[in-house]
T-cell receptor, first 117, second 109 residues
Framework: QVQLQQWGAGLLKPSETLSLTCAVYGGSFSGYYWSWIRQPPGKGLEWIGE???????KYNPSLKSRVTISVDTSKNQFSLKLNSVTAADTALYYCARQGDGFIGDYWGQGTLITVSS | QTVVTQEPSLTVSPGGTVTLTCGSS?????????PNWFQQKPGQAPRALIY???NKHSWTPARFSGSLLGGKAALTLSGVQPEDEADYYC?????????FGGGTKLTVL
């Protein structure tokens, strides 16, 4: 059974850096891409970016200048950093598994990130 | 900026059939956009229903089906159940980036 468990600091001040990590338990880590997706309160979903086992990344063009996704294959973990956060980055952040033609057959539990001064 | 469009809201009667659509600002949606569909209920993470246009996950109820219809991706619910009331999101692939639609709020009434 595949499980994704994510964690990170939930309250940030404007201009700080958001940092989240997602650990993958069960299943293959190397055979998939791994994504970050967010959802502002009461709004829709937004794909942030993805990474694969070898560290190849793709990012949402609207966030690309502020986003870094990295992978630690020794721990089956991947991480998200989003710098210079503002209130507009307040959202529920999810990690998810991604494969050939699909995203999100497995999801993390979600982490609410609030940006407030 | 690529925009993926969905109906903001739809209403269907229990037992009825409803089709949700997913369009692209770049033109017709084809299988090369690998349309994915998700269901989200209040307070829950999204649940994947359909991938690559018409493929179901192992947990996807048989009443859900995906297709291409009139230049858009489509999700059809046949024999709608009260528990199908939820938000539905489509997702399209643009050769390096994925873009979600704004979501459709489906009311079963």
């Amino acid at each position: 059974q595949v499980q994704l468990q994510q964690w990170g600091a939930g309250l940030l001040k404007p201009s700080e850096t958001l940092s989240l990590t997602c650990a993958v338990y069960g299943g293959s880590f190397s055979g998939y891409y791994w994504s970050w997706i967010r959802q502002p309160p009461g709004k829709g979903l937004e794909w942030i970016g993805e990474i694969n086992y070898s560290g190849s990344t793709k990012y949402n063009p609207s966030l690309k200048s502020r986003v870094t996704i990295s992978v630690d294959t020794s721990k089956n973990q991947f991480s998200l950093k989003l710098n210079s956060v503002t209130a507009a980055d307040t959202a529920l952040y999810y990690c998810a598994r991604q494969g050939d033609g699909f995203i999100g057959d497995y999801w993390g539990q979600g982490t609410l990130i609030t940006v407030s001064s | 900026q690529t925009v993926v469009t969905q109906e903001p809201s739809l209403t269907v009667s229990p037992g009825g059939t409803v089709t949700l659509t997913c369009g692209s600002s770049t033109g017709a949606v084809t299988s090369g956009y690998y349309p994915n569909w998700f269901q989200q209920k209040p307070g829950q993470a999204p649940r994947a229903l359909i991938y690559s246009t018409n493929n179901k996950h192992s947990w996807t109820p048989a009443r859900f089906s995906g297709s291409l219809l009139g230049g858009k991706a489509a999700l059809t619910l046949s024999g709608v159940q009260p528990e199908d009331e939820a938000d539905y999101y489509c997702l399209l692939y643009y050769g390096g980036a994925w873009v979600f639609g704004g979501g459709t709020k489906l009311t079963v009434l």
